[in-house]
């Protein structure tokens, strides 16, 4: 049996790496932090436009569920 496997991820930017490995690690953490928000604003917000009736804390009720599940 022959399973085919898909790389979910895109390709390793190397420009990217040299450039995150010239940060202190305290540079790379605050990268991180401003992707994972910028991330949740944006499911947030579809969210939103999604369930315009549903309050701030049922929508990140949603979004908890969304990122527990990976999608």
Known sequence: MVTHVTNRFDAVDIDQLR???????GQRIRVMLDARELATG??????????????????????????????
């Not at 939103?48 to 990122?67: C, G, Q, T």
């Open 42 to 71: 944006l499911i947030r917000g579809r969210l939103r436009r999604r369930y315009p009736d549903l309050s701030l804390r049922a929508i990140n009720m949603k979004l908890i569920e969304e990122v527990t599940r990976g999608e």
């Open 19 to 25: 450039l995150l490995g010239k940060l202190s690690s």
